[in-house]
């Protein structure tokens, strides 16, 4: 029994480093529902605020089999071609990560407008487009955004986190308390989003194009599209 107890003590706690608060969902849910009514009464200006990538953009995908799937090609298609795509889209949501946490600059234009408010225009874009039930596969099957969002809404209890107990620490003249909540709960909470981020990164190339592609063009396997995928133009 001890030793279920500890699992469940430590799963317990791996999940409340992956648990948003309730603050930073609730400006989430302002947000979405903002963009929401964004496209409901502006549907022109919401389509030329934001943009909405291989979700609702006509994308052209460049499918060639080799002669042979040799372990070179096997090397240069999914580590130096689709893993370099998704390393570099996970060094760039770090960036933002680090600015919006340490900074706070990049919190309104890249999260509360450009991912949460993006996020609930970009759902009323596809229902007007699609029909609900198929935008509706569209984005619970697009893990990738799902789990940016969730990034996102950690990375602002990261910020509050940081800042409150450094001011707290300031006008107590006192780092010791600072210190163990920088140990103990910022930085697990730093790199449960670096996971995240690199998770998101990962399938956001390794399933949501090929997930958006099928439900908005025609059906082609997993198998095949990745492993002929030569390249993607999205207009």
Wanted: aromatic content about 20%.
């Amino acid at each position: 029994m001890t030793r279920y107890e500890n699992l469940n003590k430590k799963a317990i706690n791996c999940l409340k480093h992956v648990t948003p608060s309730k603050y930073s969902f609730l400006i989430f849910i302002l947000f979405y529902v903002s963009g929401l009514i964004f496209v409901i009464l502006k549907p022109q200006y919401a389509a030329s605020s934001f943009y909405y990538g291989f979700f609702l953009g006509v994308m052209e995908v460049k499918i060639q089999f080799p002669d042979i799937f040799s372990l070179n090609y096997l090397l240069n298609q999914f580590i130096y071609y689709l893993g370099r795509i998704s390393f570099g889209i996970f060094l760039n949501n770090v960036t933002l990560m680090a600015l919006c946490i340490f900074t706070g600059i990049a919190i309104v234009p890249v999260m509360l407008t450009g991912l949460f408010a993006f996020s609930g225009s970009l759902t009323g874009m596809l229902v007007m487009k699609f029909g609900i039930f198929k935008a509706v596969l569209i984005l619970l099957g697009s893990f990738h955004l799902l789990l940016e969002i969730l990034a996102a809404l950690l990375s602002i209890d990261a910020f509050l986190k940081f800042y409150g107990s450094l001011a707290n620490a300031v006008l107590n003249h006192d780092f010791t308390v600072f210190k163990k909540d920088v140990r103990y709960e910022f930085l697990p909470l730093i790199l449960s989003i670096v996971i995240i981020l690199a998770v998101a990164a990962i399938l956001e190339v390794f399933w949501s194009t090929w997930w958006v592609y099928i439900l908005t063009n025609h059906y082609i396997s997993w198998h095949d599209f990745y492993f002929g995928v030569r390249c993607v133009f999205v207009y």
